[in-house]
């Protein structure tokens, strides 16, 4: 089965690529948030190239208990999986993507990466975290 990682920015949209025979996420692409049509428009291709059966869109859940008060960024990719339920049949699932800022920085030991490969190496953790549990 293929999988796509999305890591959901308003400025950018990381992606990555895995399957769960070998079960290891690789960075894939970024692609700029110019629109949610826009958007919707670029992952339907890749969904078809590319072969996806699964979907998996990082949420950056609330480290504090707000007594069910959701943040602005985690509302924003809510709203972004909506749009994007409303727009495939592929499956899509939710992953918690607290802390995957840090653990890029540990990863990539302090390294600069360009443009928006950063947003490419966290929709990789992402995925990966979600194919570890397969």
Not at 10 to 23: F, H, P, W, Y
Request: avoid cysteine; aromatic fraction near 6%; charge should be negative.
């Amino acid at each position: 089965m293929r999988y796509l990682g999305i890591d959901y920015g308003e400025k950018r949209i990381g992606l990555a690529l895995g399957d769960d025979t070998v079960k290891v996420a690789s960075p894939f692409r970024v692609i700029e948030n110019q629109g949610v049509n826009e958007v919707l428009a670029v992952l339907n291709e890749i969904f078809d190239q590319e072969n996806i059966e699964q979907i998996v869109v990082g949420v950056p859940y609330s480290l504090k208990e707000r007594k069910g008060k959701v943040g602005a960024q985690e509302q924003a990719v809510i709203d972004f999986i909506t749009r994007l339920g409303m727009a495939t049949i592929t499956p899509i699932a939710r992953e918690d993507e607290r802390f995957t800022t840090v653990e890029v920085d540990r990863l990539m030991a302090g390294e600069k990466l360009p443009g928006g490969e950063r947003d490419a190496v966290s929709a990789m953790l992402i995925l990966q975290s979600y194919l570890d549990r397969l």
